[in-house]
């Protein structure tokens, strides 16, 4: 048993796809035309890190009770993790790609971290290995 897919929906499916891609590094595995339980056309979009099998579908917002959620699916809280093996290889590319972090670089128990926002403003945490010195870089 493993967890197959997340949705994360978003306001429009090709700057999101842009963004997990082109700016996170995400493999496009899947981007097929699809329709909505009652017909309407949509498309059936996956991104997912190279080499994971977890994946996330980019959902596009369909009415507004979904529109609502768009940048807020978790109310506020960090809600998604990405794990990199060379976090500060990482954290320096997505900052040049344009990536809003908003926090600095820190060190916890579990490994280094930084807090950034996606393209609909959600907030995921970078995550690596501790730095070999223990401090924090900021």
């Known amino acids: 048993m493993h967890l197959e897919l997340i949705?994360?929906?978003?306001a429009e499916?090709?700057?999101?796809?842009?963004?997990?891609?082109?700016?996170?590094?995400?493999?496009?595995?899947?981007?097929v035309p699809s329709t909505t339980n009652?017909?309407?056309?949509?498309?059936?979009?996956?991104?997912?890190?190279?080499?994971a099998r977890t994946g996330i579908l980019?959902?596009?917002a369909d009415g507004e009770r979904q529109a609502a959620a768009v940048g807020d699916q978790?109310?506020?809280?960090?809600g998604f993790f990405l794990r990199v093996d060379d976090f500060d290889s990482a954290y320096a590319r997505m900052a040049a790609a344009g990536v809003e972090f908003v926090t600095v670089p820190r060190d916890e128990?579990?490994?280094?971290?930084?807090?950034?926002?996606d393209?609909?403003?959600?907030?995921?945490?970078l995550l690596g290995p501790s730095s070999p010195n223990g401090?924090?870089?900021?």
């Open 109 to 117: 128990a579990y490994g280094r971290i930084a807090v950034f926002l």
């Open 74 to 78: 978790v109310a506020g809280r960090v």
């Open 7 to 10: 949705a994360l929906i978003v």
């Open 135 to 138: 401090a924090s870089a900021g």
């Open 38 to 51: 009652d017909g309407r056309p949509k498309r059936w979009v996956v991104v997912r890190p190279p080499g």
């Open 58 to 60: 980019l959902a596009q």
């Open 119 to 125: 393209i609909a403003g959600n907030r995921w945490d």
């Open 13 to 31: 499916y090709d700057p999101a796809i842009a963004f997990f891609v082109n700016v996170l590094g995400f493999d496009l595995v899947e981007d």
